[in-house]
């Protein structure tokens, strides 16, 4: 229980105190009600003595009364009606909320803090009035009336004979049997006679004789003369007198309740009563039977007009809120007492402490001596019942019935002189004075005789009383006997039915046990009495049930929480709503936050609906947007009614101050980091064979390495640009900023170009939510950047159109649970900086209307099939967290964010907008298809632009031409099979051998050093005006490699115009080529076995070519034909095909391989160009009646194109120079006499069939030879990833790279070649033996010196082997040592020698070879694949 003001050992003999009646003339109630009092209310505050008082028991002991206090209370002649007491209990803890500054306690439990309020004002108010106005009963006499005052006053005309009247009167009423109320104690009723004196309009001598008089007839012990109203009520108040009366006339009132709204009912007030206060005491004028007092209904009786049910809880009762207020008005300045000095303070108080202890406590003394001379004499002992206590309850105890055991006579009534109640009597009395021992001891003796005769009713009112006494004895003789109290609770519940009894029980033993500490137990009894009759006390018993169980030695939260939900909604029923709210809200500090979201939806939609009541809209706001923003678990339709009523209350607020600020919104959720914000148009759908670059939009998701390739093309050409130096300033354009871009900077964006914010929703709920009106919400302040700054700052959304226009959704539905962007535009009229802070909107739902757990349409609702009119408008904010810090220390160790600057753009002014439009642009190709389409640049700004060039990261992928080549391509529709080829008609005469034609690479945009990815946009003027537009032709190249291939082209221009916020803008495009196989082509290339060529110079190679048709059917291609193949190379040339067949036409059909031989011969001295220049030989080899000039647009771009890649392929791996110089130099030379610089370009047609029509698609392939005898491959090879090998854990030792040239290296140093006579005729019937002359022609391809042997010995390693050679030799020196100068041709002249006929292979001459200078020697390979074969014949 929570803490209390009072001790227990102070309530309770507060709660039961001697009653005295007061019966008044009419004069003397006159005289007190110009106070606005009644006598019994004049004496209320002074009805505590404030010394100690002394009486002697039965024993003649003394005994010491502390502290005591009596009820003086007018006589009321009807029991009070139940339903008025209920009615004025609820108003009472109504009446009682806790203080507005009160500081709460904070109790820590485990992971819990509490703020929970010490004390509990409104439950002692409802328990001091719950026991004061208990009505009286027969089982009891703590109650009744030990006396009753007389009152009179000294200005009637004859005082004397009033008293005598007044005596009859209260004869009559105690002993009449027509009066069973009020009660009295015994028949002697102690009278006590007042004379009333007006000291401001009385005669004092007339009211001493008077008095005198009274002495003479009732003794000075039996009347007493009281002086009031010493001054005039008319005088001006100089001195200010405090008012003791106001806080127990407060309590009592019913009217003088603070909120009327909050009770069930108003009790209508007795229209007679002359202050309209309707009191526990209050009386009126009125003359009945001639009788001078009008002993009414009891004061809590209701009019009989306003209560036919008997019911209190019924909301019919209740009063007009006008006449309440009407009452409250004519209460509030009330003052009382306002004829009263603080000498009539004191006159007051004195008449008590006489009355005390002249009257009342003598009558007592003398009373309790009666009833114990009568007890003795009854049970026929010689000592008083004090002395012989012990004996009586020493032994011979009789074992006490269950409860259960007895049978239900609590109907049984004992005449008022049974001896049991005098005992009972005797008892109460001790008990009311204190006297706690003996008054034990009677209640023991009565509570065995009641249960003796199984009168239960009394049983539990000993027994109740008995427990109360043991606990009070001074110096605790022995234990609280919790048992007993169970026992009287429980027979005055389930036996007698007497709720109230039982309640008064509960509500003492549980002050008991608190006060023990015994919270636990406390916690059970409160608990236990909760009941369906009657919400308002169950709710207080609950709420006093979680104090103890958060009072507990360890506290148990939980338990608290729960109950005061409970006592929350007891209050609730009983009407109380503040009371009930305050418990939800107490109860929510436990819930909250622990995942119990079910309990925490149920409390936060309690604590709206009350606060809604109680006008707290703010509260009731708050607490259903808690429902709405944690993630529910309740049901679509819980969900439903939740949001409408949500919406209702949020309506009802907004209505409150239509002209402030927008308030914030709960819902849809919005992922402010989610949010995107894309600066430009939106891209242009494709229009027939126009289609779009496809530039940047909000449809493309974010990914970290495309971002990456956009950014690293931006810089190549910005660098380009900028002379090779990227600017400091540099930052890389974004177009669509999203939570992965740096946002750290402000984002620059045009006039006149649309700002679109995508802004995330997400709906949390079961059920849809509709925006309607959705906009942005921005702030914008207009700059000129080049010169003053204009500070004038617009907030307003609607009020600037002309300065950003903004873009409104008239409608936005977002389905249960359901995530979805809505994309808002601005459109900027003005330079400056906008801000845009969040987006506004109209909250709704369309759901139809439905009832859910009691949660209907809320009041004043009227919903139709779609609650539509149900909007509220309101904004939420869009704040972004910019990315953590993690550079210096100092951000490490501490969190720190970093700004994020997405949503604050800057405005500037107009820059040049470039829209880009490919034409005929291909989706599939066959890899190294050429296809031709067109590309339309229009500039659809108001600014020319120029500098126009695009970026890729695959220049081999397209070409717009070379710069010689004449720009006037025919319009698009008309190249339906037109070669993309610049062709001429050839002579079919001079098929075989070669056209040459030059071209520099220079030509074609490719020249030393410079960036091969960027190409300047060949522009007519170089410029582009507002609103032109030109096509140019571009030519495509399919990869090589096939698949789906991404190209991305970046478009980069400039305005003419420069710029200081924008220097330049950029164009994306993305294009996605799928590629199937067509030709594989590999090619090798050998030295010839002529040394001479036509020219007699040496150096003839051969070149093979395999072509093979990989394409597979799909691609429906019937078949290739190779119609051309052209060489190109600073140093050599194609000059004839070595092996053409009859067929011109070499024609592959699927999985065909075609072989072709080549003869190559270097350049003549006049074609040969310096090794510095760019100057390429072309030499075009042709199948068919067209020649393809391949030095022209596109053979020779894409040519160039795949050079400078291959070149950047080859740069990329990195060459170990770590030898001594000289080897280097001799690998140098070695390698560079079988380095060859050829490079071959085969031409082909594909023919398609599609759509039973055919199509002619023309390609090419790129082979680039660089060694001698090394196969090289037009399409890129495979690594073979290496097989998985054993982990070693040791180092492996340094393999030093051999500076040595490789065998192979040199086996090119040294070219052979035998010259002999193909067959011989020798008569070898003449001679045997047969001498042939050979030549053996060496030939130094080197420029260096070489030292060469010779050696003509067979290798004889078996006997296997001479076989093969056959059985010849050679004649003469079988070694030859030689010096070969550079480039030099050396004859040695040899002969063979022959014995038998036939065929012979000469080629076993083995050649050794060295440079001059190096110690290596090696055997050079002579072409021993090709055997010098000799035919010998006998003539």
Known sequence: MAQCVQSVQELIPDSFVPCVAALCSDEAERLTRLNHLSFAELLRPFSRLTSEVHMRDPNNQLHVIKNLKIAVSNIITQPPHPGAIRKLLSDVVSGSQPAEGLVANVIT??????????????????????????????????????????????????????????????????????????????????????????????????????YEEMKQKYGTQGCYLLKINSRTSNRASDEQIPDPWSQYLQKNSIQNQESYEDGPCTVTSNKNSDSNLLSLDGLDNEVKDGLPNNFRAHPLQLDPSSDSSNSIDGPDHVKSASSLHEAKKTNTGIIHGACLTLTDHDRIRQFIQEFTFRGLLPHIEKTIRQLNDQLISRKGLSRSLFSATKKWFSGSKVPEKSINDLKNTSGLLYPPEAPELQIRKMADLCFLVQHYDLAYNCYHTAKKDFLNDQAMLYAAGALEMAAVSAFLQPGAPRPYPAHYMDTAIQTYRDICKNMVLAERCVLLSAEILKSQSKYSEAAALLIRLTSEDSDLRSALLLEQAAHCFINMKSPMVRKYAFHMILAG???????????????????????????????????????????????QLDNAVSAFRHILINESKQSAAQQGAFLREYLYVYKNVSQLSPDGPLPQLPLPYINSSATRVFFGHDRRPADGEKQAATHVSLDQEYDYESSQQWRELEEQVVALVNKGVIPSNFHPTQYCLNSYSDNSKFPLAVVEEPITVEVAFRNPLKVPLLLTDLSLLWKFQPKDFSGKNNEEVKELVTSEPEMIGTEVISEFLINSEESKVARLKLFPHHIGELHILGVVYNLGTIQSSMTVDGIGAPPGCHTEKHSLSM???????????????????????????????????????????????????????????IRKAYVEFVNVSKCPLTGLKVVSKRPEFFTFGGNTAVLTPLSPSASENCSAYKTVVTDSASVCTAFTSSASSVDFGIGVGSHPEVIPVPLPDTVLLPGASVQLPMWLRGPDEEGVHEINFLFYYESVKKLPKIRHRILRHTAVICTSRSLNVRATVCRSNSLEDEEGRGGNMLVFVDVENVNTSEAGVKEFHIVQVSSSSKHWKLHK?????ENKDAKLGSREKGKFCFKAIRCKEKEVATQSSEKYTFADIIFGNEQIISSASPCADFFYRSLSSELKKSQVQPSVHTEKHSAADAVRLIQKCSAVDLNVVILWKAYVVEDSKQLILEGQHHII???????????????????????????????????????????????????????????????????????????????????VIVDLRHKTTSPESLEIHGSFTWLGQTQYKLRLKGEEIHSLQLKACFVHTGVYNLGTPRVFAKLSDQLTVVETSQQNSMPALIIINNV
């Open 871 to 929: 909007l509220v408008r309101g904004r939420q904010d869009l704040e972004i967290q910019g990315p953590r810090l993690n550079n210096t220390k100092e951000e490490k160790t501490s969190i720190k964010y970093g700004p994020d600057r997405r949503l604050d753009p800057i405005i500037t002014e107009e820059m040049p907008l470039l829209e880009v439009f490919f034409i005929h642009f291909p989706t599939g190709l066959l890899c190294g298809e």
């Open 569 to 615: 909604h007891r209050f609730s029923k009983a009407g109380q709503k503040k009371h009930a709210l305050r418990c939800y809200c107490q109860a929510m500090q436990v819930y909250k936050g622990k995942g119990w979201s079910l309990a925490e939806d149920h409390i936060n939609f309690t604590i709206g609906r009350q606060s809604y009541t109680l006008r």
């Open 1137 to 1141: 095909s070595v092996n053409l067949s």
């Open 1265 to 1347: 030879l660089h060694t001698i005898g090394k196969e090289a491959f037009s399409y890129p090879q495979k690594q073979e990833p290496p097989e998985m090998e054993l982990l070693k854990f040791f180092r492996s030792e340094n393999t030093t790279v051999s500076s040595r040239p490789s065998v192979e290296q040199f086996s090119h140093l040294i070219k052979t070649s035998l010259h002999y006579p193909e067959s011989f005729n020798h008569p070898f019937h003449q001679k045997s033996l047969c001498l042939v002359p050979v030549t053996l022609l060496l030939s130094n391809c080197s420029e260096a010196d070489v030292d």
């Open 109 to 210: 439990a485990g992971d819990y803090d509490l703020n929970i309020s010490a004390t509990t004002p409104w439950f002692e108010s409802y328990r001091e009035t719950f026991l004061q106005s208990m009505p009286a009963s027969d089982h009891e006499f703590l109650n009744h009336y030990l006396a009753c005052m007389l009152v009179a006053s000294s200005s009637e005309a004859e005082p004397v004979e009033q008293f005598s009247k007044l005596s009859q009167e209260q004869h009559r009423i105690q002993h009449n049997s027509d009066y069973s109320y009020p009660k009295w104690f015994i028949p002697n009723t102690l009278k006590y006679y007042v004379l009333l004196h007006d000291v401001s309009a009385g005669d004092e001598q007339r009211a001493e004789s008077i």
